[in-house]
T-cell receptor
Framework: DAGVIQSPRHEVTEMGQEVTLRCKPI?????LFWYRQTMMRGLELLIY????????DSGMPEDRFSAKMPNASFSTLKIQPSEPRDSAVYFC?????????????FGDGTRLSIL | AQKITQTQPGMFVQEKEAVTLDCTYD???????LFWYKQPSSGEMIFLIY??????QNATEGRYSLNFQKARKSANLVISASQLGDSAMYFC??????????FGTGTRLLVSP
């Protein structure tokens, strides 16, 4: 079975440019999560969706960050304009919605460097 | 609010020995889940094992087992017969409703030959 697929794996761009990160969750999963990982702050939940609807975006750092999930098989995280402090590894994860607590399955991440 | 504490920044173990990675948690919820993830140097996050708060038996998955002590609010990961490929960062996490996960700061495990 295919896991969570993220693209690109690496992105290097100059500050001020728009960055778009993409994610395809595991088929049939109801929840999708976007995380950011840095040495200083560890893993931070940015936003998550249930059935394509954003549920909690309280972790989105600023208005420069936005996320969409137009359908069950695709989500984007956009940063516009990008800044050097946005450099991090961004993970997408998905999980099933059932009565029990479900593990989240992560993609391989996008390593973002803003120069 | 939920909180995960991993007090061991780094651990060393020799190949073929067992190692325990510590994790304590704090929550006022009765229903919650505890998870362990492995992050090798290549960067991906790999789900290892899950324990539910109402599960009476400790979870096991191959060489991984979770030593769940509810009264102490601890959920330690035990890796038996360590292998060189076990060298990685290990994160403990918990969920409490709404599918959100709270992660600890991680423990870096180094397995030596």
């Amino acid at each position: 079975d295919a896991g969570v697929i993220q693209s690109p794996r690496h992105e290097v761009t100059e500050m001020g440019q728009e960055v778009t990160l993409r994610c395809k969750p595991i088929s049939g999963h109801d929840y999708l999560f976007w995380y950011r990982q840095t040495m200083m702050r560890g893993l931070e939940l940015l936003i998550y969706f249930n059935n394509n609807v954003p549920i909690d975006d309280s972790g989105m750092p600023e208005d420069r960050f936005s996320a969409k999930m137009p359908n069950a098989s695709f989500s984007t995280l956009k940063i516009q304009p990008s800044e050097p402090r946005d450099s991090a590894v961004y993970f997408c994860a998905s999980s099933l919605a059932t009565g029990r607590h479900q593990p989240q399955h992560f993609g391989d991440g996008t390593r973002l460097s803003i120069l | 609010a939920q909180k995960i504490t991993q007090t061991q920044p780094g651990m060393f173990v020799q190949e073929k020995e067992a190692v325990t990675l510590d994790c304590t948690y704090d929550t006022s919820d009765q229903s919650y889940g505890l998870f362990w993830y492995k992050q090798p140097s290549s960067g991906e996050m790999i789900f290892l094992i899950y324990q539910g708060s109402y599960d009476e038996q400790n979870a096991t998955e191959g060489r991984y087992s979770l030593n769940f002590q509810k009264a102490r609010k601890s959920a330690n990961l035990v890796i038996s017969a360590s292998q060189l490929g076990d060298s990685a960062m290990y994160f403990c996490a918990m969920s409490a409703g709404f599918q959100k996960l709270v992660f600890g700061t991680g423990t870096r495990l180094l397995v030596s030959p």
